[in-house]
């Protein structure tokens, strides 16, 4: 297809851009919080909270009105990109630490509904049956990377915590220009007459079923491990030492054990669409859910050992989540793949959601043994979906 890997690599670049809005408020939190004083480590929650949910709330609108697939989906994203933008450059007007700024983050989450699942339709649009996991694997590997960097930057010393939301909202501004450049693929198909209950095919499909079954069970896990795993490493080495760990050597692992799932998620797409999907996600759900089983008996053992086994959960963790993207765009009505995509990632993160505030309270109560433990669960339901989906 004439024109394919430069439209791919464009919607890739503007794609990473638009979602450095997502990360930085993670990055900036403790620089915000060290400024306002007396606000509680709370607020730094609320900032990561209020993306996540305002996301969940966004791609419920926009699959309800089936908008990815209604609209020019280079022109929803452009604008959502546009849109979140300003929502994160606002809080530099705002009262540091006060509501406003949870409230601006939330429409900043909103917005990204416009961005990251329409992002992945326009990939599939260019992609074929050969190269549909790779080409998602490319784009959630950017999404991978842009959820470490805030690791990096805090390893680092961190930067101003107003220079790292400018810059944020200027690559989005970047991100959506780069819109203007990209052609729509040869699988792009114009939407059916609008329908209410659209978004309802992904659970009547007994694929699409299936496939989103899988992705629950893997982000189950993903993003309370994501979260947490920070803390759990810094307390680790902390334990091995006798002593508190330095903030930057746990930050740098915690970079590393994130930032290498972007290779996993790669490496995955290669595979999947050679030897299939089925096997690729019951692969790394395994692998991810046996992690999740030895993290607790490898607390406190030597930092390098540690590391070691998060670095191999990292690749694991994420090798499969482009996979359940890709067999659910394959599955899909043409007409439907942004639609169908977007009700799949609401669905996902919202479960994000319960899982990344029910991982302090395992913690306190049954250490992160436990805590982790529990994690598995998912994993674990995941593998049987996607059993039966290849059945």
């Known amino acids: 297809m004439p024109g394919k890997w430069r439209n791919l690599a464009l919607v890739t670049v503007a794609q990473v851009l638009a979602l450095s809005i ?21 607020f730094q929650a609320l900032l990561t909270s209020a993306v996540q949910a305002g996301f969940v709330c966004g791609t419920l609108v926009s699959a309800a009105l089936a908008l990815p697939d209604r609209y020019d989906p280079r022109r929803v994203f452009a604008a959502s ?16 630490g006060g509501e406003a700024a949870v409230a601006a983050r939330f429409v900043t989450g909103a917005a990204l509904a416009g961005v990251y699942p329409v992002g992945m339709k326009l990939a599939a649009g260019w992609a074929d049956r050969g190269d549909m996991g790779l080409v998602v694997g ?53 939407a059916p007459p609008f329908r209410a209950a659209a978004a309802l095919e992904l659970w009547r499909n007994r694929g699409t079923r299936l496939a989103t079954l899988g992705y629950l069970g893997h982000m189950w896990e993903l993003y309370a491990m994501w979260s ?14 006798g002593g508190p ?30 030897i299939g999907r089925v096997r690729v996600t019951v692969a790394a759900m395994a692998v991810s859910g046996a992690c999740c089983l030895l993290a607790g008996p490898a607390f406190g053992l030597h930092p390098a050992l ?3 086994l998060c670095l191999v959960w990292g690749v694991a963790v994420v090798a499969d989540s482009a996979q359940f993207s890709a067999s659910v765009a394959e599955q899909s009505e043409p007409g439907l793949t942004g639609t169908m995509l977007t009700v799949q990632t609401s669905l996902g993160f919202a479960l994000t959601l319960v899982t990344i505030h029910l991982m302090p309270v395992l913690v306190a109560r049954a250490g992160w043994g436990g805590a982790f433990a529990v994690l598995a669960i998912g994993p674990a339901l995941g593998c049987v979906a996607m059993l039966r989906l290849r059945r």
């Open 22 to 42: 997502w990360f930085s408020g993670t990055a900036a939190g403790p620089g915000m919080l060290a400024e306002a004083g007396g606000i509680g480590a709370g």
């Open 81 to 96: 990109a546009l849109l979140g933008a300003s929502a994160n450059a606002l809080i530099l007007a705002l009262p540091v």
């Open 138 to 190: 490319l784009l959630v590997g950017g999404l991978v990377l842009g959820s470490a960097s805030p690791h990096l930057v805090n390893a680092l010393g961190g930067l101003d915590w107003r220079l790292v939301l400018a810059s944020a909202s200027g690559a989005a501004v970047v991100g959506a220009a780069l819109m203007g450049l990209v052609r729509l693929g040869p699988r792009h198909a114009p």
């Open 228 to 241: 947490w795993v920070g803390l759990f490493l810094a307390a680790s080495f902390a334990a091995w030492r």
């Open 245 to 274: 760990a330095s903030a930057g050597e746990a930050s740098l692992a915690t970079f590393a054990v994130i930032a290498v799932g972007a290779v996993g998620s790669v490496v995955a797409g290669l595979v999947a669409d050679r």
């Open 306 to 308: 540690v590391t070691l």
